[in-house]
């Protein structure tokens, strides 16, 4: 038998009274599948984990989390989850160690675990501290860590970086990913747009409740009008010679459309026998940008 597809939301409508705050959004996850939320304020980030938690339940469509509703009553006692809340607060006159020992004591998670995460996340030297002496980033690093606990198989994060040392969020995608190699499958909301593009399988970029595009880092260029630009040693005599790179040749580079990419590489290595020369693709961080000022928005839902 297949086994179940962890995430599953299928064409959600999410309304607030009259606001539509999420219209038509349809994706998956599968297990070991690490996707990024991405969106400006208000996009309706947060509310997709939400209804992937079954704490609020949409007006239409269906969302599945191991093939069960997530809105069944049972389903978190069932489901090995790890959730990160966009503003994380725990009762700040626990301490940390406090903190992780009551959630590992409501996910029954052995106590040693505690101990190495506490060490991990760098929290040792505070960790009989109460919460209230804890700085933002401390905190921030004990959320994650109570998110991470149980060794989830399906971990949901709402702004996980927010706060953390760059060190810190190196170490939390780290970990993200040795999760994702135990076939977690891990949603990430987040504004991080490098460390998305280094550290995550796919985006789905949102813009008022509906999604603009949705795909792997060349998915999305290749879905791009950006251009990727292509650079070799010779560029400037070939192009005195040849018509057809003439046509390509802007700002003393060859920049073409993502997807002429391969017919391009061909031509250079068949036609022109050059097989050195270097690819500058579109960095996500500019589709995304490109994305915000020309939305695709009639693009159906997949
Ligand atoms: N409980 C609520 N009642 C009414 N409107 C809400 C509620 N929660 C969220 N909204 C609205 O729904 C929209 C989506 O909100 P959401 O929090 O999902 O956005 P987001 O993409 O996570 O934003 P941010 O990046 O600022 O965290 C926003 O316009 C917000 O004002």
Known sequence: MLSEVPIKLTDIVLKYDDFTALDGVSFEVEAGQTMALLGHNGAGKSSIIKVILGLIAPSSGSVKIMGKSAQSSHLQHKV???????????????TGREVLNYFAA??????????????????????DRQLKTYSKGMK???????????????????????????QASQFLYGKINQLKNSGCAVVVSTHELPLVESHMDSALIMSKGRRLAQGTSSELSAGSSLKAKIDFGELTSLVERDHYLRRFFIDGRLQVESGQKQHMIKYLVSQCQIFDFTIDEPKLEDIYHDLMVHPLLDQPAQ
């Open 140 to 166: 921030q690093r004990l959320g994650v860590a109570q998110a991470i606990l149980s060794e989830p198989g399906i971990l949901l994060l709402d702004e996980p970086t927010v706060g953390l040392d760059p």
């Open 106 to 127: 409501l996910k029954r998670v052995r106590p040693t675990r505690v101990a190495d995460l506490i060490d991990e996340f760098g929290l040792g030297y505070a960790q």
């Open 80 to 94: 090995n989850l790890g959730y990160l809340p966009e503003d994380v607060s725990f009762y700040d006159k626990l």
